[in-house]
């Protein structure tokens, strides 16, 4: 199967404008959580989606949003960038078919706010 | 509200030693735990999960362990090799929140030849 895909890799952006990651499930897997990691504040939960709907959110301001479509391909949105936005944004994905509720990671999106 | 530590933050070995890593958490209410291992600037790639019910998991030259009544975790490299330098993580999983992950704040672990 083929792993978990984010596009695009790398975004360069100035502040104030807004930006669409896009992240591909592992086929099956109906589970899509949305990570950002930054240097000072590690790995931080953003939102997780669940066939269509929004399972959980983290302590993120309304300017971070997402949604997922019916094929479980998930996108976040981020609205008026700042400074601060700057970071890896990680998807992963789960099948939430069982017990055995196993993660797997995409390979991340760079965004760099100017 | 549920808090994972990991120590220590950066470890550096030589190599073929065999080394611990640990992780705790606060609240034990945890559905599974995961360890992660993340290459400099890459994602993360899953290493080990361990169901809240399980005491521990094994995969090659990796062990890991769960005490859930104390709140800790240990991940068990043996042989060390240079290939293993990266970035370990653990992460948590809580009963009613989904698919939410809390994380450590990850050991950089570095072997030297």
């Known amino acids: 199967k083929a792993g978990v895909t984010q596009t695009p890799r790398y975004l360069i952006k100035t502040r104030g404008q807004q930006v669409t990651l896009s992240c591909s499930p592992i086929s099956g897997h109906r589970s899509v959580s949305w990570y950002q990691q930054t240097p000072g504040q590690g790995l931080q939960f953003l939102f997780e989606?669940?066939?269509?709907?929004?399972?959980n959110k983290g302590n993120f301001p309304g300017r971070f949003s997402g949604r997922q479509f019916s094929n479980s391909r998930s996108e976040m949105n981020v609205s008026t960038l700042e400074l601060g936005d700057s970071a890896l944004y990680l998807c992963?994905?789960?099948?939430?078919?069982?017990?055995?509720?196993?993660?797997?990671f995409g390979p991340g999106t760079r965004l760099t706010v100017l | 509200k549920q808090e994972v530590t990991q120590i220590p933050a950066a470890l550096s070995v030589p190599e073929g030693e065999n080394l611990v890593l640990n992780c705790s958490f606060t609240d034990s209410a945890i559905y599974n735990l995961q360890w992660f291992r993340q290459d400099p600037g890459k994602g993360l790639t899953s290493l080990l999960l361990?169901?809240?019910?399980?005491r521990e998991q094994t995969s090659g030259r990796l062990n890991a362990s769960l005490d859930k009544s104390s709140g800790r975790s240990t991940l068990y490299i043996a042989a060390s090799q240079p290939g293993d330098s990266a970035t370990y993580l653990c992460a948590v999983a809580i009963y009613n929140q989904g698919g939410k992950l809390i994380f450590g704040q990850g050991t950089e672990l570095s072997v030297k030849p």
């Open positions: 361990i169901q809240s019910s399980q």
């Open positions: 989606y669940f066939s269509e709907t929004q399972r």
């Open positions: 992963a994905s789960s099948p939430w078919d069982s017990d055995y509720n196993e993660q797997f």
